[in-house]
């Protein structure tokens, strides 16, 4: 692309280096930013920088919190026996949203990934040992999602955990609520006749 | 959504202002760029709001420029007596990529739009007025897109010139090159018939 413009163009690469924006999504937000109001467009600058400078994480479960301990590690109604082990942010959000869980998290801030030099080192692996060894935990859940990463970082903290007394358990694999079954995969639906539950057991939710 | 802090809460919804980019989207760049060095963000927030900032327009066509006038109005090379009228400047840069064009260009930034309370007025229809009755423009090309918008922005631009010596015309419309006739719709077809072409005027290209 040509653009009659240096300022222009530094912006668009700018924001074309953000992750599924290409150039031209880029160009189209950028345009949008010039139409409006120079205040919006100081005020998601500034939002953005405020962030990335003064962005901290909860001292105990590594999610973003703008306190040393966040809300949920504070609480004193959470399970501290119980501690769901996740991916990033997002994961916990979901989790949250669905009013199902009462322990408390870990964010292990990715998954071991070797094609992307992503090892247990950069991972928040090596506190959660720590804090397992700590002997309040009496369950971890691997919550981490069902790729072959996903299940790496399970077996990798499953095998460093060994010898505690610790029950771990992962969250259940099967058909989605309201799918249909011609639909789902073989993978998917083998492992939910292989882990299926008693009846009696899927009358409650 | 329950976010655990509120400066990442402002910052998913500033990001979430922008066209196309909703919630979930806005928390997916957002914590891609906390994952990134600090200097991104900063690269990113700086050049928009520079741009934002001290952006100027070409004082004659009302393309974005760095400078009074922008390069292509600046340029000896171009046919002063050719203008073509654009809705954006992503309109510029796509006809600049055909090289098919050696006129200049007048960018109105955007169509007459009651339904968005854009009228004549908060676009750049006057200026180009001026320039015409100026006398060194002989035709006029409108290539706005062909919606109700863009025609009726046409019709209002063509009624605004009448009496002056100036020609008007407007880009062709018919079967895109390389399209089968079978998916064309009904008005494209029926509009490429009626105004067919000379085949030798189909030969130059």
């Known amino acids: 692309m040509d653009f009659s413009s240096k300022l222009l163009e530094n912006a668009v690469y700018e ?5 599924g924006i290409g150039k031209r999504t880029a160009l189209r937000l950028v345009l949008h930013l010039l139409k409006q109001p120079a205040e919006q467009t100081a005020r998601l ?30 609480s004193p109604k959470r399970d501290r026996s119980l501690v769901c082990v996740v991916e990033d942010i997002r994961d916990v959000m979901a989790i949250e949203n669905t009013s199902q869980f009462n322990g408390l ?11 992307e030099g992503v090892g247990p080192q950069e991972l928040n692996i ?20 069902p790729t072959m990463e996903g299940d790496t970082t399970n077996f ?5 955990l060994e010898g505690l007394d610790i029950r771990t358990s992962t969250i259940a694999r099967g058909i989605a609520v309201g799918d249909e079954l011609e639909y789902a995969d073989e993978v998917t639906l083998g492992r939910s006749i292989l882990n299926r539950i008693p009846f009696e057991g899927s009358l409650k939710s």
Chains 1, 2 share one sequence.
């Open 126 to 145: 090596a506190p959660l040992i720590d804090k397992a060894k700590g002997g309040e935990i009496k369950e971890l859940i691997f919550a981490l999602s």
């Open 45 to 74: 600058s500034g939002s953005l920088e405020q962030l990335r400078n003064t962005v901290r994480f909860c001292s105990n479960c590594y999610n973003i919190s703008d306190t040393e301990i966040c809300e949920i590690c504070a």
């Open 15 to 19: 924001m074309s280096q953000l992750p």
């Open 156 to 160: 990798y903290m499953y095998k460093r």
């Open 105 to 115: 998290y870990h964010v292990l801030g990715g998954k071991i990934s070797p094609m």
